[in-house]
């Protein structure tokens, strides 16, 4: 008799059991029957001893059920049916029926996950899902520099961040000690892991992956987590719940309090809220992104995880480079598809870092280290000029590997208006003609809804028309010193623009309006601009006193020559000098600038504004203004608006008491052909004027600017002249050729006229040299 035949008469045995265990009554024929139709069964069982997948293209034609669950599971043998979550994951029908039916064992286990997922997120809480979240084993990588293979944790085994930072082969996650014996690092790797890699392999992923525990869960409480790439199942994404609808919209109104991370400088939009600059949108990708990483385009959750997950761990620590190894073990989620991810990560944070999004700003980087792979670093740059874009550039081409702490004071709101004569102004007064000055501006924007560029006047004819308007539609007359305040509000807006308003564009003067803006509080940098200047130009090669008088792009190489002859040859050349030098062509290019571009260039001015510096001997002005950290100047007439309007304590500790006042609009013309000493006789007799109480004390030291004479500079910077448009600063910013680029706040459309804007351009700029 054959082994089939003796499991048969087993089989039937047990199968003719009532069920108090009583043997049936039945005939010999019907018992001869039915181990027949048993057999026949068997027989067929063991010709579909492996079922497949049916999941087309899955090319485990062995499934083996990793759950483990049900009594009855089919481990590596047969069950009716395979549930398919990746090409080396699947699980039996019976762990599936063990989970999903109500008289099962699991089924309590799976109803409790369900309500918490429903609670948290938004996708369907599929028993896949379930399984994905719950069930799958995690994989984990040896930290050996020597191995770096991949294991498969046992079931119960909770991955962390801290084992997947220590984690070797063999090692008895328990008591975190080694098993003793062989070599495990020597033990093969699972075949599944090669198959990850393969770029077929994720579009057979069935769910995309949710991290657990990703530090940017309270960054993003205000979110579906699995619409933002993580789990709805961590206590880490619980949305706000059993908090009435009030407190609910109060949190996602504040800003998210990390630990290390300013409250104002966030990575992300929240929901509902007016635009930030520098932010993404965490559950959308952008189109840049789209480009880099098409295969994202239909699902883009992991890429959303990722991301998320990067910028979150550089936003909470931005003074050190974020690498690869600092973000690999924050990475938690079930399955082989955190082999993707961790493999996934890496092209993620070269893009970012290349676009600017981390990795950027002071950064110590060790000369063999560089922030992206060996592939970028065959280029050479030249970059002219060494302001904030040309530095920033430098900087950040730099820690590429491309050849080539700071106190802050908050400033607060307060400002009195001094008049000639020491008087300080009624804060109602000045609140009132504010309130005037601000409805004049919105009129202008209502104005200029409907207007093209021919239609265009200057700011100044269009502020005068409207006041004069409602002067007389009103019958309201403004006292003398209500009409000197106004003066006053007009002098900052001419600081604002860089220039007198009358050869401002109405129609274009805030265009950057438009675009979000930085949030936070306006602070003043202590030590001065020059500590950034200076760390950003560390370790870069700068050559000073070599002004560049041609650039030939004609060739297969870009030709640089100087003013001493040197010609200087590299693949990219980026040119950083203001808009005032491009204008008075100041370098000749060859070919020439596109039609475009000069058309471009010389739309927008090239404003002037002057700054005097004062350090006096004590701070003569701290009993008047009370501890305020600026004061204004009341002008005593039109003709003298914009001379010395507001005066800054750029020492609020005290130590050194300086003063710093602006020279803006006409009066830029008034001291253009003054010494430095009349210009300091001129501001000390304003000054006297206000404090006319007590006497100010001669300075020990002052200082005044001269960029409009400074023939490397000629400006302050830019503004939408009348009859231009804020495109100009798009054009200006275009490369020619993918060999010539253009750096500087006249190239940034959305923060031009800063130094913040300078920076940002040279680092977008970066990224472009760093792409090509």
């Known amino acids: 008799m054959s082994t089939g035949r003796v499991r048969t008469k087993k089989k039937s045995s047990s199968l003719d059991q009532s069920p108090d265990n009583l043997p049936l009554r039945s005939s010999g024929r019907q018992v001869k029957k039915k181990a027949a139709e048993v057999a026949e069964e068997e027989e067929d069982a063991s010709e579909k001893k492996y079922r497949k997948c049916e999941k087309a293209g899955c090319t485990a034609t062995c499934p083996v059920c990793f759950a483990s669950a049900a009594e009855r599971c089919a481990k590596n043998g047969y069950t009716s049916r395979w549930y398919h979550l990746s090409c080396g994951e699947h699980f039996c029908n019976e762990c599936f029926d063990h989970y999903y039916r109500s008289h099962k064992d699991g089924y309590e286990k799976y109803t409790a996950w369900k309500r918490i997922w429903t609670s948290n ?164 990708m952008e189109l840049d992104e789209l480009y880099e990483f098409p295969e994202y385009s239909r699902d883009p959750t992991m890429y959303l995880a990722l991301r998320n997950l990067i910028l979150s761990l550089w936003y909470t620590n931005c003074k050190e480079a974020l690498t690869s190894h600092k973000c690999t073990h924050r990475i938690i989620v079930r399955g082989l598809v955190r082999i993707r991810c961790v493999q996934e990560m890496e092209r993620i944070l070269y893009f970012m870092a290349r676009k600017g999004l981390i990795n950027t700003g002071i950064l110590s980087v060790s000369p063999d280290q560089h922030l992206l792979p060996k592939e970028y670093h065959n280029k050479s740059v030249i970059i002219v000029g060494a302001g904030p874009a040309g530095l920033a550039a430098a900087r950040q081409l730099h820690n590429f590997g491309i050849k080539l702490g700071i106190k802050m004071h908050k400033l607060g709101e307060r400002c009195d208006l001094i008049q000639e004569g020491g008087r300080i102004t009624d804060p109602t007064i000045d609140k009132r003609m504010d309130f005037h000055f601000n409805a004049i501006l919105d009129v202008v924007s209502e104005w200029r809804k409907d207007k093209t560029q021919h239609q265009d006047v200057t700011l100044g004819e269009k502020i005068q028309e409207i006041y004069k308007a409602f002067i007389q539609e009103s019958g309201i007359q403004f006292s003398d010193l209500e009409e000197k305040v106004l003066q006053f509000h007009l002098s900052n807006l001419e600081y604002a623009c860089g220039s007198d308003l009358h050869q401002v564009s109405a129609r274009s003067w805030d265009h950057n309006e438009f675009f979000a803006q930085f949030a936070g509080d306006h602070t003043l940098l202590t030590p001065g601009y020059s500590t950034i200047i200076d760390k950003l130009a560390e370790g870069v090669d700068i050559r000073l006193k070599l002004p560049v008088h041609s650039i030939d792009y004609s ?202 804007g300078a920076y940002l351009s040279g680092v977008r700029e970066a990224s472009k040299i760093a792409a090509f």
């Open 555 to 756: 060739g297969e190489e870009v030709q640089v020559t100087t003013a001493d002859g040197t010609v200087w040859t590299a693949q990219k050349v980026l040119v950083t000098v203001p808009l005032a030098l491009l204008q008075k062509n100041a370098i000749q290019f060859n070919p020439p600038l596109p039609e475009r571009k000069m058309k471009a260039i010389n739309s927008l001015g090239a404003g002037v504004i002057e700054k005097v510096a004062l350090q006096f001997p004590y701070r003569f002005w701290d009993s008047k203004i009370q501890g305020a950290d600026f004061f204004g100047h009341v002008p005593p007439s039109s003709s003298k608006r914009g001379l010395f309007s507001v005066f800054y304590d750029m020492d609020p500790q005290g130590k050194y008491s300086v003063l710093m006042s602006v020279v803006t609009g006409d009066a830029v013309t008034t001291i253009k052909n003054l010494d430095d000493k009349q210009v300091l006789q001129l501001c000390m007799t304003v000054l006297r004027e206000l404090f006319k109480e007590q006497e100010v004390p001669d300075p020990v030291k002052y200082f005044v600017t001269r960029w409009n004479k400074d023939p490397w500079i000629q400006m302050a910077y830019s503004f939408v002249k009348t009859g231009g448009s804020g495109e100009a600063y798009d054009v200006i910013a275009e490369d020619i050729q993918g060999t010539i680029f253009f750096a500087g706040e006249a190239t940034n459309r959305h923060f031009p006229q800063t130094v913040t």
């Open 121 to 284: 997120g938004k996708s369907e809480p599929s028993p896949k899902a379930f399984m994905a979240d719950q069930q799958l084993p995690y994989w984990v990588q040896c930290t050996k520099p020597e191995c770096g293979k991949w294991r498969q944790l046992t079931k119960e085994i909770q991955l962390t961040s801290q084992i997947a930072k220590t984690y070797r082969c063999g090692m008895k996650l328990n008591n975190s000690t080694k098993i003793e014996g062989s070599d495990q690092c020597s033990m093969p790797e699972d075949l599944r892991v090669a198959e990850v890699s393969d770029h077929w392999w994720y579009s057979m992923l069935i769910l995309p992956p949710l991290l657990k525990d990703s530090v940017a869960a309270p960054l993003l409480s205000a979110y579906y987590p699995d619409c933002v790439g993580m789990s709805p199942s961590c206590t880490s994404t619980n949305r706000l719940l059993g908090e009435s609808n009030a407190v609910k919209l109060e949190h996602i109104k504040s800003t998210p309090n990390i630990a290390g991370m300013n409250r104002y400088f966030q990575p992300f939009y929240q929901p509902n809220e007016c635009g930030k600059a520098l932010c993404v949108r965490p559950d959308v």
